[in-house]
């Protein structure tokens, strides 16, 4: 297992590298200047200044050798926008707000998602089946921005029950919870009702009937431990998912996180800022994806890793 989790870390930090190189030199590709806007008035001479200022006179391969030399020994530069706040700073001080929401979601997802997939699965009423059916294609069909907008329209706009902006009271979480929610519930109650629905015609299921076992006790010790396995290893990307794809959905809300951060860096091309969240949320994404395939292995002893 240690050397399986080695080989996987080494991939991912190969994996890093790239996605770095790659939105490094696709910003600088970008024509302009990540001044141009806030110094129009500016004369040539003052704008060679700044650009001598954060190193981008130089070539393009020395910026980033100079660059990845620092990320290395922790220090992601000053924010190009945000003059005198260092990258680090921001993201440590914007990061809990994001993290918190994501984490909200990744449980109330985990917790609907299981719970609507064991009664699709276990009901013997054709319509909440139904119900569930179409509740899961909807909320795979439709994008997260999306709802987000209708649920403005509907909940703040016209019958005024719910905040818009910020997370300053528990109400206000519930729009942006259920916009990052509603697809992965949607997933997961599939991947539960299709993999419960094939465990509980197995031979220890009927073995466990026939000693009399309540159906709950089946349900819950035996059937949902096996049927469990597609959501664990669905469960680290999708809170990966969650907190990348909260950039949209804090840039609706007004949420002060990496989100609105995200955005408001790539429109002020500022190159630092857009590149420790770039890393920042990739690690994310592979560390994530290690730990649910890792866990998966725990649970089900089968899963031979890779040696």
């Not at 440590?92 to 984490?103: C, E, H, I």
């Not at 916009?179 to 094939?198: E, K």
């Not at 951060?261 to 800022?273: A, G, P, Q």
Request: a positive charge.
């Amino acid at each position: 297992m240690a050397r399986y989790i080695a080989k996987r870390l080494i991939v991912g930090a190969f994996t890093l590298v790239i996605l770095v190189t790659i939105v490094f030199f696709g910003m600088r590709m970008m024509p302009g200047s990540p001044f141009a806007q806030e110094n129009k008035s500016k004369s040539a001479e003052q704008m060679a200044m700044l650009n001598e200022k954060y190193g981008l006179d130089k070539p393009v391969t020395e910026q980033f050798a100079i660059y990845v030399k620092n990320v290395l020994h922790g220090d992601f530069g000053e924010s190009l926008s945000k003059k005198g706040q260092q990258v680090s700073d921001i993201i440590a001080t914007r990061m809990p707000v994001t993290a918190k929401l994501g984490l909200i979601a990744f449980v109330f997802a985990m917790g609907m998602g299981i719970f609507l997939g064991i009664v699709s699965a276990l009901t013997r009423h054709r319509w909440i089946n139904s119900a569930i059916t179409v509740m899961a294609t909807i909320g795979v069909s439709v994008p997260g921005f999306l709802l987000a907008m209708l649920m403005m329209v509907l909940f703040s706009v016209y019958l005024g029950w719910l905040p818009v902006v910020g997370l300053d009271t528990p109400a206000s979480y519930i729009m942006p919870v259920l916009a990052l929610s509603f697809s992965p519930i949607s997933t997961i109650a599939r991947l539960t009702r299709s993999s419960l629905r094939d465990v509980m015609f197995s031979d220890y299921i009927t073995l466990a009937r026939s000693k009399g076992t309540k159906e709950s006790v089946i349900v819950v010790k035996h059937a949902l431990k096996n049927a469990i396995l597609p959501i664990v290893t669905y469960a680290g990307p999708m809170f990966a998912g969650m907190i990348t794809g909260s950039l949209v959905i804090e840039t609706l809300f007004s949420i002060p996180g990496i989100g609105k951060e995200f955005t408001n860096s790539i429109s002020n091309r500022d190159y630092t800022l857009t590149m420790g969240l770039t890393i920042l949320l990739g690690t994310l994404v592979i560390v994530m994806t290690l730990v649910s395939d890792v866990v998966a292995a725990i649970i089900d002893p089968r899963i031979k890793v890779e040696k």
